[in-house]
């Protein structure tokens, strides 16, 4: 698969105000990170013996996916430290990365990293570095091609990263996408448009995790 090209300039480093952030959670999300370089996706297990393998593809795609979106850095007992070990083992591995650099997964795992990283506080240059980088593939590359969930996931993606580094470009892109895609997405009953109750509980989490991340971060002043 070609990797997907882009070109952004990276900013420095800053913080404008520490800001402690903890989700409420409003899923109960498996366990599927086993410990020890062990995952369990869609009841398929598999242990990487050395190094983990991101683009593992054995298991067919959505498997591979589900590695690279790190939800499970949402799943109850995760410690700081073994969060952070796979975030600098993903980005250590960032130049064999396949599947991972798609805008789906980009945009969940912006999603996934800056809840964990706000939560613990974690503050490090080559960590806001790759997330600059991942936000800035996704701004030119969402996916109107397929629409639906995939291009409301980019947006609510794209808001996230707009928040972390306060980035009014950003931030515009995504109001753009999901001012569109909540007004076509949503029934005037309040229903997801796809009629699926799965579909619905995630859209609305989704919309309660920004109102948090627009209420919390103190600093932001993007509007």
Same mark, same amino acid.
């Given at each position: 698969?070609?990797?997907?090209?882009?070109?952004?300039?990276?900013?420095?480093?800053?913080?404008?105000? *520490?800001?402690?952030?903890?989700?409420?959670?409003?899923?109960?999300?498996?366990?599927?990170?086993?410990?020890?370089?062990?995952?369990?996706?869609?009841? &398929?297990?598999?242990?990487?013996?050395?190094?983990? *393998?991101?683009?593992?593809? &054995?298991?067919?795609?959505?498997?591979?996916?589900? %590695?690279?979106?790190? =939800?499970?850095?949402?799943? /109850?007992?995760?410690?700081?430290? *073994?969060?952070?070990?796979? %975030?600098?083992?993903?980005?250590?591995? &960032? *130049?064999?990365?396949?599947?991972?650099?798609?805008?789906?997964?980009?945009?969940?795992?912006? %999603?996934?990293?800056?809840?964990?990283?706000?939560?613990?506080?974690?503050?490090?240059?080559?960590?806001?570095?790759?997330?600059?980088?991942?936000?800035?593939?996704?701004?030119? +590359?969402?996916?109107?091609?397929?629409?639906?969930?995939?291009?409301?996931?980019?947006?609510?993606?794209?808001?996230?990263?707009?928040?972390?580094?306060?980035?009014?470009?950003?931030?515009?892109?995504?109001?753009?996408?999901?001012?569109?895609?909540?007004? =076509?997405? %949503?029934?005037?009953?309040?229903?997801?448009?796809?009629?699926?109750?799965?579909? +619905?509980?995630?859209?609305?989490?989704?919309?309660? /995790?920004?109102?948090?991340?627009?209420?919390?971060?103190?600093?932001?002043?993007?509007?």
């Amino acid at each position: 698969m070609r990797k997907i090209g882009w070109k952004s300039a990276i900013p420095s480093f800053v913080y404008v105000e *520490d800001q402690k952030l903890n989700f409420e959670p409003f899923i109960q999300l498996n366990k599927t990170w086993k410990g020890n370089n062990t995952f369990n996706f869609l009841y &398929k297990e598999v242990k990487f013996e050395s190094e983990i *393998d991101w683009n593992y593809s &054995k298991n067919g795609k959505l498997w591979t996916y589900n %590695i690279n979106y790190f =939800e499970f850095l949402m799943q /109850d007992g995760i410690s700081e430290q *073994d969060g952070k070990l796979l %975030i600098d083992n993903y980005i250590n591995s &960032k *130049d064999k990365l396949i599947d991972g650099l798609e805008s789906f997964p980009t945009s969940l795992r912006l %999603i996934n990293w800056i809840k964990f990283l706000l939560k613990h506080q974690i503050k490090e240059e080559r960590i806001y570095q790759f997330i600059h980088e991942d936000a800035y593939r996704l701004y030119h +590359h969402p996916e109107y091609h397929l629409l639906g969930n995939h291009l409301l996931e980019n947006g609510f993606g794209l808001y996230f990263a707009a928040n972390y580094l306060n980035d009014k470009k950003l931030y515009n892109k995504a109001k753009s996408i999901l001012s569109a895609e909540l007004k =076509e997405q %949503i029934l005037d009953d309040g229903a997801h448009f796809e009629l699926s109750t799965m579909y +619905h509980q995630h859209m609305l989490f989704r919309v309660l /995790d920004c109102y948090q991340l627009a209420s919390k971060m103190k600093y932001l002043v993007l509007s």
